[in-house]
C-alpha cells in the first residue's frame, strides 16, 4: 500500500488502551492521591516507557 506508520505512533496508541484499562481498574485509588492529574501524568509516562523497553 506504501502507507507509512510511525513507530512512535503505535507505541502511543497501545500505550492509551493500556493507560484506559489501568485507569478504569484503579480509579478508586487515583482519587484518593495527593494530585490525581499528576499521577494519572506519570502513570501514563510509567507506561509508555515500559513499553519502549520492552517492545
Known amino acids: ?3 507509512y506508520i510511525p513507530p512512535l505512533f503505535i507505541y502511543l496508541c ?3 488502551g493500556v ?3 489501568l485507569g478504569n481498574i484503579f480509579e478508586p485509588m487515583i482519587e484518593q ?3 490525581p492529574g ?3 501524568f506519570f502513570s501514563s509516562i510509567i507506561v509508555l516507557s515500559l513499553l519502549f523497553l520492552y517492545l
Open 19 to 21: 493507560y484506559l484499562i
Open 14 to 16: 497501545v500505550a492509551m
Open 38 to 40: 499528576l499521577f494519572r
Open 33 to 35: 492521591a495527593w494530585h
Open 1 to 3: 500500500m506504501g502507507l
